[in-house]
């Protein structure tokens, strides 16, 4: 019923307008017939119902803004249009005017506008009033303004007749056509119900699949990218389409004329992050005009490399952890056994300076080396771990009273940035105390014992995270993937070994570590551990309190 009504205010609106020109048009073609034919039409008159017509037509068009019984409308408007067409007729002459056409005008808009029946009632009021406009005229109850003699009466009955079944005739096709017309429009908004439907389904599919979709035309320019490609590549759809799709790429992208339509490739995030993509490239096909454009689809593996990554690194680490274990105590026997026989000698025998001097490089050397070998065994040994539900932020400054008493430089600075008052996890306190005191003490020495070292304390979703960050040179991008690595120590004196035993720690809490660092700007070091209250939610609300062994 709601498009029903639409149709009728667009057509009213329609008719509004249409006949203010069309009066318009009237009054030229009567002035040019006064002009040019000899006539009894008064001007005046004639002026008179042509300005009256137009200022009803101007109410009409106020009165169809505010009024919304549109079918009363057309009622009274069909009705008044048959009112100033009787009128214009018999001012112009009656039987001798032009304008008789105007009827069957004013039947075929009942017809639009109205009912069917309501053509049928206009007919018959049109006969009625043309009827009596030339029966007065004709016995001279009204003045005539017809130019021609009069004819007889009959003749006057048969011009009456084909008329009235000129109009029925018109009331009959034009009603007819007019139901065709309607039963078309209902078809056509169910075809464009059924389009529009089809279109939203077509459209939340795109948006739903959980893999990335771009398209593209011929030229690579993106005409559509749905709603998981829009999140993996952290854009919003305005800002994408119309781009060039390698301007969203770092890589080259796969094309169909290559051996392979699938790559992997890089990709920058408006914030500079960098992510990998597994990336499928298919032709799209329209089956009558062939080739249109490019379909991309992609996958954000970003994580999935990272965490290929930790696996390759832990391998490496359970490697080298073997290692130690086997060679460890190979090592250390005979190391001992150098370190005392060195002692005993020198206590029985005199050296002078120079051989004095290398006994000590012998006995500092052999000390470090055992220093080394103890770092293997820490690192290889099978740890026992005893998790409690811990405030992490005492912990954290137990570690930095402890390296503030340490320093005892003022050059030194500490600052404190918790966003939180207190930070629970289930961790072993004696390890996590463990990790961050050689996480400062890397921190202090990155920076010779002079800077700022900042510590923070966030909430990231189920995480903490727990930073530490200093103000030395940084790390070297190709050290930073292998920094938790055994032998990478960047400090002179160092075993190498502190952040390897740093990363075991954090694996066996289940937690994550990384490292951010721009050369001249220092490094910031990141602990990830889940919330105390998560892990309890993994744990179906077990106690947070167990030892376990790893190795």
Not at 271 to 279: A, L, N, R, Y
Not at 284 to 296: A, W
Not at 446 to 461: E, F, L, Q, W, Y
Request: hydrophobic share 45%; proline share 3%; glycine share 6%.
């Amino acid at each position: 019923m709601g498009d029903i009504r639409f149709n009728e205010r667009a057509w009213l609106s329609w008719l509004v307008k249409v006949r203010v020109i069309a009066i318009a048009c009237l009054l030229a073609v009567e002035l040019l017939i006064v002009t040019l034919t000899p006539n009894n039409v008064q001007v005046r008159l004639f002026e008179t119902v042509i300005i009256a017509w137009f200022t009803v037509s101007f109410l009409f068009m106020f009165l169809a803004s505010i009024w919304q019984e549109h079918q009363r409308q057309a009622i009274i408007q069909i009705f008044t249009d048959l009112a100033f067409t009787t009128a214009l007729v018999y001012v112009t002459g009656g039987i001798d005017t032009f304008f008789n056409f105007l009827y069957p005008l004013v039947i075929i808009m009942a017809s639009i506008l109205l009912p069917r029946y309501w053509a049928y009632v206009t007919a018959a009021v049109s006969f009625i009033c043309f009827g009596a406009v030339l029966e007065l005229s004709y016995f001279e109850r009204i003045p005539s303004f017809q130019f021609s003699p009069h004819g007889d009466l009959k003749s006057l009955q048969v011009v009456i007749a084909v008329n009235f079944g000129a109009y029925m005739a018109v009331a009959h096709l034009s009603s007819a056509l007019s139901a065709k017309l309607r039963q078309a429009g209902v078809e056509l908004r169910d075809k464009s119900g059924e389009l529009l439907s089809l279109q939203a389904l077509h459209e939340n599919v795109i948006h739903s699949i959980r893999s990335a979709l771009i398209t593209t035309d011929l030229e690579g320019r993106v005409t559509l990218v749905n709603t998981p490609g829009q999140k993996v590549l952290e854009r919003t759809a305005s800002s994408i389409y119309g781009r060039h799709i390698s301007d969203l790429f770092v890589d080259r992208l796969p094309h169909l004329e290559s051996l392979s339509a699938q790559s992997e490739v890089r990709g920058l995030t408006p914030s500079g992050k960098e992510k990998t993509f597994d990336v499928n490239v298919t032709a799209l096909i329209i089956p009558e005009q062939g080739t249109i454009g490019y379909v991309y689809t992609f996958e954000d593996r970003t994580e999935l490399r990272r965490l290929e990554g930790e696996v390759r690194m832990r391998d490496r680490l359970a490697a080298v952890g073997r290692l130690a274990a086997g060679i460890a105590h190979e090592i250390r026997n005979p190391l001992a056994s150098i370190a005392g026989s060195i002692n005993v000698l020198s206590e029985v025998t005199p050296f002078n300076d120079e051989q004095k001097t290398l006994v000590n490089i012998i006995t500092r050397e052999s000390t470090r080396l055992n220093a080394i070998i103890s770092d293997f065994l820490v690192y290889s040994r099978e740890k026992s771990f005893k998790f409690s539900r811990m405030n992490l932020i005492p912990l954290l400054e137990d570690a930095l009273v402890l390296l503030a008493n340490r320093s005892q430089t003022k050059e030194l600075h500490i600052v404190r940035d918790y966003a939180l008052p207190d930070a629970f996890a289930a961790v072993d306190g004696d390890r996590i105390k463990q990790v961050l005191w050689n996480l400062l003490e890397n921190a202090v020495r990155a920076m010779d014992g002079k800077g700022t070292i900042t510590v923070s304390v966030r909430a990231v979703g189920d995480f903490l995270q727990l930073g530490i960050r200093d103000t030395g040179p940084g790390i070297p991008p190709n050290l930073t993937e292998k920094i938790f690595e055994p032998f990478q120590s960047q400090f002179e004196g160092g075993t190498g070994l502190g952040l390897a035993i740093v990363y075991q720690i954090v694996q066996a809490h289940g937690a994550k570590i990384f490292v951010r660092s721009t050369l001249g700007s220092g490094a910031e070091f990141i602990l990830e551990i889940l919330h105390a209250k998560a892990a309890e939610a993994e744990s179906d609300m077990a106690p947070m309190s167990a030892e376990v062994s790893h190795g």
